[in-house]
């Protein structure tokens, strides 16, 4: 072959190959899951068997089981924090008790949801789906996502444009809309499903958190019914006549191995001689310590935990979140005892399993326990409580004034906000106050409630989440974290309590256990032992708490050069003094520290600037013009924010945009960080030259790109 022939040929052997392994490469890609699945095979999952330390072989094939039980309907959750789970329950119940149709709830993550293709068009899929962080899916239903977001979803036998043609679902999403990637989750799932063939029953529903999430959620359900009656061909003359159904048998134990009781334990007994892995299923208990960030004369109070994570499988990176499992104070757990005629029986072993054969969770916590471990570290028993949960308590009220006083909760919007919304009444507080109007206040004015009506309608307990205020390079084994103390008076509080904060109250017992009693009186009494002494040290004093590690996307450039502009009043500060110290030990190192801008803001400087003594060495060791710029709102007549000294460092804040730098927000979500967003948008019509439309769209085009990222809460 010559010259020129060499020069006309297209591809030769290498290019041939090189294109061969590209293209199996995508077949690989795409075919991912199937392909791990043919390798491997699917994945068993396996469920413990209370108290033995065993487990089970759970089916997967959620079709298969629906066709086995007789169900009609099965209620997917994504959950975080609970709340889908509690809907999906309630949304279970009454569609079996009040149309008569058999139904089930599914934790999301247990089942392999390839099979969806098989679903009959008899049957119905409920979804429930939170939105987590910057519009991710939660944890649970991370698999789920996965599956339907693909290009071209693989399902289990369907090779179709549209492999779901038979498959009617419900969908409702639970968001805030104070992010701005509101309900993407559901919104995203609904648009794929129906892309992909499927038939939506009803509107879709979106909940607000920072609205009434509990009201959206009502209101949504209501208007579903007629649409899901009409697909399954069912009414109301189709319910079950007769009592009650309940969800959970519960036992009182006479006869019970001592060491096979759970007094509060988060997580199921381990095999003997099996490795453990910590997680969100089976928190560590740590190692603490705590000091007092606040100055001593001052009304409010906020602590610096360190948590040792030493020996352990648990790892983080500089921006994610420690998660603390809270224990209830002895005021409310006594409160509730009472309220239930339980005083006496707290200490009583009871053994509660799920009814239904199909349910998600055999077991709603660890058991057999006792009702004083349910009350101190399974339920969340100072929660708000929802009209709908007063409802199921109704027919068990002492007298009918008492009834006529829940009804009204119950129904009437206006005096439920008045007297729980605002007044922050727990499910305690409230029976407490419908019977007091009648002068009913002796105790256990509700002993005739069975204990499963409890468990099934006050939610699980739920970890705290914390940014972690410490940097993984710096101190990978110790993670800190930066708690405020909330206590509050509601404003409409005739009754006059205060609402605690129940985990930041919890670490703060756990500060003053060395304070005189006189001193620490206003705050409440927490049981310190933990199950079995579990969180005492050598000393008996409580030295240790429940955690895990959550992972987020909040993280610093890679390039240790690009600048950052960080906002974070009050403890929104936490991920940045992680990240300023990160890039404080990387110069120490020799590496090159692009402008590290720190904006923050709290009242008073005396009294509440939070790790004050460390940022002039901190910023000192950066170097260049890399520096803290504060805002100390009551320290003059005018108040003075975050968002003003983003507007006095107009000029600068472009300059570093120009060079490509990150920012990142960390606080508040309803008010700071919009006033935020619009402070960076003034910036780009101001210094950039740009039109307000066009500002909008260049922050817009920041977050797009991650170089606009918030850690923010409402």
């Not at 010559?2 to 020069?7: R, V, W």
């Not at 390798?39 to 089916?59: H, N």
């Not at 509060?264 to 190692?287: H, V």
């Not at 990176?317 to 757990?333: F, K, M, Q, R, S």
């Amino acid at each position: 072959m010559d010259a020129t022939q060499e020069t006309d040929t297209l591809f030769d052997t290498t290019d041939l190959i090189l294109l061969g392994a590209i293209g199996l490469g995508t077949a690989a890609w795409l075919s991912r899951h199937q392909l791990k699945d043919f390798l491997f095979g699917k994945p068993d999952v396996l469920i413990p068997v209370a108290g033995s330390g065993t487990t089970i072989k759970r089916e997967t094939n959620f079709v298969k089981v629906m066709e086995e039980q007789g169900r009609r309907v099965i209620v997917f959750y994504g959950s975080q924090t609970g709340t889908a789970e509690g809907y999906a329950a309630r949304i279970a119940k009454e569609c079996s008790q009040k149309y008569g149709v058999n139904c089930m709830t599914a934790d999301i993550e247990l089942y392999d949801l390839t099979y969806l293709d098989q679903v009959p068009k008899d049957k119905l899929v409920i979804f429930l789906l939170a939105t987590y962080g910057e519009g991710d899916p939660t944890d649970n239903a991370i698999e789920f996502w996965d599956l339907v977001t693909e290009e071209e979803p693989t399902f289990s036998e369907s090779v179709e444009d549209k492999p779901l043609s038979n498959l009617n679902y419900v969908i409702f999403g639970l968001g805030n809309s104070t992010y701005e990637h509101y309900n993407a989750v559901s919104r995203k799932v609904n648009k794929c499903l129906t892309k992909l063939g499927a038939h939506r029953v009803g509107e879709a529903g979106e909940g607000d958190d920072d609205g009434s999430l509990e009201e959206d959620y009502m209101s949504w359900k209501e208007t579903l019914w007629p649409f899901i009656c009409d697909t399954l061909g069912v009414d109301e003359s189709s319910a079950r006549s007769g009592p009650r159904e309940p969800i959970y048998s519960v036992q009182e134990l006479i006869e019970y191995e001592k060491d096979q009781v759970y007094f509060g334990e988060l997580a199921e007994r381990p095999k003997k001689n099996s490795k453990i892995s910590f997680d969100a299923k089976r928190p560590f208990i740590a190692p603490l310590t705590t000091r007092e960030l606040f100055s001593v004369d001052g009304e409010r109070n906020c602590l610096h935990v360190e948590i040792d994570i030493s020996g352990t499988n648990l790892t983080y990176n500089t921006g994610d979140h420690i998660a603390i499992w809270p224990t209830n104070n002895e005021l409310e757990v006594n409160r509730l005892a009472s309220v239930l005629g339980l005083t006496d029986r707290l200490d009583t072993v009871v053994m509660i399993n799920a009814i239904d054969p199909t349910a998600s969770k055999k077991y709603p916590f660890p058991v057999p326990t006792t009702y004083r471990s349910i009350f101190r570290y399974y339920l969340e028993i100072s929660a708000p409580v929802s009209r709908q949960i007063l409802n199921s308590f109704v027919e068990f009220a002492p007298t009918e004034q008492a009834k006529s006083n829940l009804i009204q909760l119950a129904t009437d919007k206006d005096a439920y906000r008045l007297h729980v919304t605002d007044a922050c009444r727990n499910l305690a507080q409230v029976l407490e106050f419908v019977v007091a109007a009648d002068n009913y206040t002796n105790p256990g004015q509700f002993s005739n409630v069975p204990f499963d009506v409890i468990v099934e309608t006050v939610s699980r307990m739920q970890p705290r989440y914390y940014s972690i205020s410490s940097s993984a390079k710096e101190s990978p084994n110790v993670i800190s974290a930066t708690v405020v103390v909330l206590s509050y008076q509601p404003t409409s509080n005739a009754h006059q309590h205060t609402v605690h904060g129940v985990n930041s109250n919890f670490l703060y017992r756990i500060q003053m256990q060395h304070q005189e009693p006189s001193l620490s009186s206003l705050i409440p009494v927490y049981d310190l032992s933990g199950p079995r002494q579990l969180y005492l040290g050598s000393d008996g004093i409580c030295q240790k708490v429940p955690v895990h590690i959550r992972h987020s996307q909040f993280k610093l450039p890679r390039n240790s050069t690009v600048p950052i502009i960080m906002v974070g009043p009050g403890t929104g500060v936490a991920p940045f003094r992680g990240f300023v110290r990160e890039r404080a030990f990387e110069s120490q190192k020799g590496k090159s520290i692009g402008t590290t801008l720190l904006f923050y803001g709290s009242r008073h400087e005396t009294q509440d600037y939070l790790y004050a003594q460390e940022w002039p060495e901190l910023f000192k060791t950066i170097g260049g013009d890399s520096r803290i710029i504060t805002a100390f709102s009551r320290d003059q007549p005018q108040k003075i924010y975050v968002q003003h000294r983003l507007q006095e460092q107009g000029q600068i804040i472009w300059e570093l945009l120009q060079k490509g730098a990150y920012i990142y927000v960390c606080g508040d979500a309803k008010n700071m960080a919009r006033d935020v967003n619009q402070s960076f948008i003034n910036c780009a019509i101001e210094f950039g030259g740009m039109s307000d439309t066009k500002a909008h769209d260049y922050v817009k085009g920041l977050r797009t790109m991650g170089r606009y990222q918030e850690d923010i809460w409402s």
